[in-house]
T-cell receptor, first 116, second 107 residues
Framework: GAGVSQSPSNKVTEKGKDVELRCDPI?????LYWYRQRLGQGLEFLIY????????KSGLPSDRFSAERTGESVSTLTIQRTQQEDSAVYLC??????????????FGPGTRLTVL | AQSVSQHNHHVILSEAASLELGCNYS??????LFWYVQYPGQHLQLLLK??????LVKGIKGFEAEFIKSKFSFNLRKPSVQWSDTAEYFC?????FGAGTRLTVKP
């Protein structure tokens, strides 16, 4: 596609429920990234995929968070048993190659998650 | 652990004023440095980047940044800001981002 797309754009859920957030990277981009942005704060790195493997998942805050990627395509971020502190905008980005190789990240519009 | 610090949370300038936004990081390895901008209602987009070579890098819309290795800094500058530069600016080192600086330019 023309850019990184994310769905849903907004998600409201009740505490304790599971949610799935989807990211479609730019076609041909091998690297995919997930970030979290809480209100008034910067971007918090969660996980990075190169292809369908995750060389760096050091930013996942707890075992309630998991992510997977199918080949060099769509990625899903799953949050189990959501808590109110999970409320944030979840941003996805993709790049042509791995980080640190002159590759710019292209960001999607984000999914705004609200946990009641 | 890597960390990125942006000194100013909110900067307010008048048009034509000069801008400098600070960015410092703590990391001893190889760094890839970026400034991103998020205009109101838009996605994050890249302003400029540094990987190696000339430490003074020029980006879009008249922005530039200077990498000073000894100071672990990568400050963003623009000689004369415009109202359209009103946005949030994020410094990033490798995959880690700072908290952002909100710039408001008064017409």
């Amino acid at each position: 596609g023309a850019g990184v797309s994310q769905s849903p754009s907004n998600k409201v859920t009740e505490k304790g429920k599971d949610v799935e957030l989807r990211c479609d990277p730019i076609s041909g981009h091998t690297a995919l990234y997930w970030y979290r942005q809480r209100l008034g704060q910067g971007l918090e790195f969660l996980i990075y995929f190169q292809g369908n493997s995750a060389p760096d998942k050091s930013g996942l805050p707890s075992d309630r968070f998991s992510a997977e990627r199918t080949g060099e395509s769509v990625s899903t971020l799953t949050i189990q048993r959501t808590q109110q502190e999970d409320s944030a905008v979840y941003l996805c980005a993709s790049s042509l190659g791995p980080p640190g190789s002159y590759n710019e990240q292209f960001f999607g519009p984000g999914t705004r998650l609200t946990v009641l | 652990a890597q960390s990125v610090s942006q000194h100013n949370h909110h900067v307010i300038l008048s048009e034509a004023a000069s801008l400098e936004l600070g960015c410092n990081y703590s990391y001893g390895g190889t760094v890839n440095l970026f400034w991103y901008v998020q205009y109101p209602g838009q996605h994050l987009q890249l302003l400029l980047k540094y990987f190696s070579g000339d430490p003074l890098v020029k980006g879009i819309k008249g922005f530039e940044a200077e990498f000073i290795k000894s100071k672990f800094s990568f400050n963003l500058r623009k000689p004369s800001v415009q109202w359209s530069d009103t946005a949030e600016y994020f410094c990033a080192v490798n995959l880690r981002f700072g908290a952002g600086t909100r710039l408001t330019v008064k017409p």
